[in-house]
């Protein structure tokens, strides 16, 4: 059964870097089917897509993210992860990982848990 | 590339049925086959229910469809339960991999 977990800081101050990394188990995060991406939901606000990545490292970001993200791929660890810079009260969400099927249909079919970052001081 | 839209919440009697929409534009929903939407219970993780505007993955029950017309693409879910009560956000694809969903629908059961 595939599982998605995400970890990182529960709190990060304003114009800091927000972290965070999702660990992949049961499936293989080189599987040519499949890119990995990071959705977020602001507190009381619906989902926003952040961005994909494929194994190779190939991603596709938000337009209105793309100048503060960077999503990157460990294949070793079975992982991939999320900065956002320079973030703001705003950037105050719950932050998901999902596996994306690219091939053919396109949906994210296997979710994590979602984990809580806050933006304060 | 702006946010699909619902309706912000949707109500119904056990056994009803309601319909929620999902509206885009010929960029998204109406450019694509590429249809979906989640069920999101708190503190849960999102849930596929339809994908490719009108497929079940396994295990969903057969009282969950979707549809397309245009740019609007429609969630009907049949016989409500009490445990259908959750709030359902569709999603599109939108070309080049980009991915947009909507502000999500909070569905009640009275």
């Known amino acids: 059964q595939l599982q998605l977990q995400e970890s990182g800081p529960g709190l990060v101050k304003p114009s800091e870097t927000l972290s965070l990394t999702c660990t992949v188990s049961g499936d293989s995060i080189s599987s040519t089917s499949y890119y990995w991406g990071w959705i977020r939901q602001p507190p009381g606000k619906g989902l926003e897509w952040i961005g994909n990545i494929y194994y190779s490292g190939s991603t596709y970001y938000n337009p209105s993210l793309k100048s503060r993200v960077t999503i990157s791929v460990d294949t070793s660890k079975n992982q991939f992860s999320l900065k956002l810079n320079s973030v703001t009260a705003a950037d105050t969400a719950v932050y998901y990982c999902?596996?994306?099927?690219?091939?053919?249909?396109?949906?994210?079919?296997?979710w994590g848990q979602g984990t809580l970052v806050t933006v304060s001081s | 590339q702006s946010a699909l839209t619902q309706p912000p919440s949707a109500s119904g009697s056990p056994g009803q049925s309601v319909t929620i929409s999902c509206t885009g534009t010929s960029s998204d929903i109406g450019g694509y086959s590429h249809v979906s939407w989640y069920q999101h219970h708190p503190d849960k993780a999102p849930k596929l229910m339809i994908y490719e505007v009108s497929k079940r993955p396994s295990g969903v029950p057969d009282r969950f469809s979707g549809s397309k017309s245009g740019n609007t693409a429609s969630l009907t879910v049949s016989g409500l339960q009490a445990e259908d009560e959750a709030d359902y956000y569709c999603s599109s694809y939108a070309g080049s991999i980009y991915v947009v969903f909507g502000g999500g629908t909070k569905l009640t059961v009275l």
């Open positions: 999902a596996r994306f099927l690219q091939l053919g249909p396109k949906y994210f079919d296997y």
